[in-house]
């Protein structure tokens, strides 16, 4: 199962994806979270994001298509992923249907969180405030004046993709302005319509169990030439040949 979740920042993808994993057993891939963690460790990439994610800009798109592809080919994702924050423009969107063209594989589905921007900016504002007045440490783009350009970068750069995804026809729509058990209820029932429908795992095991990926990997065997089969009946769009030298 490969899913994209797609929608504005405060949107809810990172909190969709993580009951994602804890329901489905998925790896979730956040490349927000993979760049945050480059800054932290001041890796060569991370250098070249911080500034850029500060004023919430976009990271090159060739910077971010080499962690994903990096990170697509550990052996957790082989099984199928979330992304969360990836692509973020058509480029980044072909680069990906590139890379899953190289190894035979198609998306299931792209999710579109649907919201209403004023009530984006209230939500994201009050996440700011509740986590200042318990005294946790805010991300350096959470503030007023750069979620607005962070929603710039959404509208210009990202919102494409709604109609990039509408036409291979994988795109569905969820209101990701109901409460957020709903929106999951809406999600899984998406999930349940596709052709590789996830199955559940134990509730109790957390996104981060190793008896997730365990359990899961046991029916891939089965499950592996059906999957290969829906696949192909995908329109997966062609491998060009410039997709190394983009990605690296
Ligand atoms: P948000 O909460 O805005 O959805 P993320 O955690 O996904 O944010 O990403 C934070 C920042 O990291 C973005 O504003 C951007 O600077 C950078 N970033 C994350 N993913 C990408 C991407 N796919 N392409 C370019 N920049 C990205």
Known sequence: MRLILLGPPG?????????LVAKYGLV???????LRAA??????IGRQAQNIMAQG?????????????????????????????FPRTVPQAEALDRMLAKHGLALDAVIELKVDEAALIRRIESRIAEMTARGEALRPDDNPDVLRRRLEAYR?????????????????????????TEVARQIEGVLANVADAPRSVNRSVKPKAKAGPKRNASHLGKKSKTRRRASRKRPVPKVRSKARSEAG
């Open 11 to 19: 949107a809810g993808k990172g909190t969709q994806a993580q009951h």
């Open 28 to 34: 979730q891939l956040s490349t927000g979270d993979m």
């Open 39 to 44: 800054v932290k460790a001041g890796t060569p």
């Open 57 to 85: 800009a976009l990271v090159p798109d060739d910077v971010v298509v080499t962690i994903v592809e990096q990170r697509i080919d550990q052996p957790d994702a082989r099984k199928g992923f979330i992304l969360d924050g």
């Open 156 to 180: 210009s750069q990202t919102e494409p993709l709604i109609a990039y995804y509408r036409r291979r026809g994988v795109l569905r729509s969820v209101d990701g302005m109901a409460p957020i």
